[in-house]
């Protein structure tokens, strides 16, 4: 039917599965990848292998990126990360990112500096609180202002004048005036 074997459990040869133009089309298929490939890399770069004990930001959270450092590179362009905290996770390349930040620095109290990593920072990370989960969101300024307007000893009752962020008065209806 249409150029088609029906299906059947019975045994059937290879040849009388295969048709004239299934050859054809898989070389078609063949060929329209690898001009789409030759296409996507024209401006597709490779990503620079970042080494062991580099600074980088890692995605933690959908909008976190936090300060880490690279303990191994594993295959499949994947990292395995310390982060400040003392934990370890494993990151693909897309979310780690070079960060030129000095490393985690430790004042010990014989007056030098070291710089530590793994473990040993969890100490004086505990006495910080976890600001990362508490983060103020961005708000839009200028937009809905109240002005004071100058009133007199017998206009107490008067509702301020709202602007716009342009500073033109926004006037509400009439019908809403009582």
């Known amino acids: 039917m249409f150029g088609r074997r029906t299906r059947t459990r019975l045994p059937t ?3 009388l599965l295969s048709t004239p133009s299934a050859h054809g089309a898989q070389d078609a298929l063949t060929a ?8 996507y890399n024209r401006t597709a770069k490779e990503r620079p ?10 995605r933690y959270d959908d909008r976190d990126w936090r300060k880490a450092e690279v ?18 996770r494993r990151r693909t390349s897309r979310h780690v990112r070079f960060s030129s930040e000095p490393p985690v620095v430790i004042r ?7 710089a530590v990593t793994g473990p040993q920072t969890v100490a004086r990370d505990a006495a910080k609180p ?3 989960q508490a983060r103020p969101r961005r708000v839009r300024r200028g937009h809905g202002k109240q002005r004071a307007t100058p009133s007199s000893a017998g206009e107490s ?3 301020p004048v709202t602007t716009t962020r342009l ?4 006037k509400p209806p009439a019908r809403f005036n009582d």
């Not at 329209?32 to 296409?39: C, G, H, T, V």
């Not at 010990?108 to 070291?114: C, H, I, K, L």
């Not at 500073?167 to 926004?170: I, P, S």
């Open 13 to 15: 040869p290879d040849i």
């Open 32 to 39: 329209s990848k690898q001009r789409q490939a030759s296409y």
């Open 49 to 58: 292998t970042l080494p062991v004990g580099q600074t980088v930001r890692v």
């Open 71 to 88: 303990a191994r590179v594993l295959p499949h362009r994947s990292y395995e990360v310390h982060f400040k905290d003392g934990t370890t």
């Open 108 to 114: 010990s109290d014989a007056g030098g500096d070291t």
């Open 130 to 132: 976890a600001d990362h």
């Open 157 to 159: 009752t008067k509702k």
């Open 167 to 170: 500073g033109r008065v926004v």
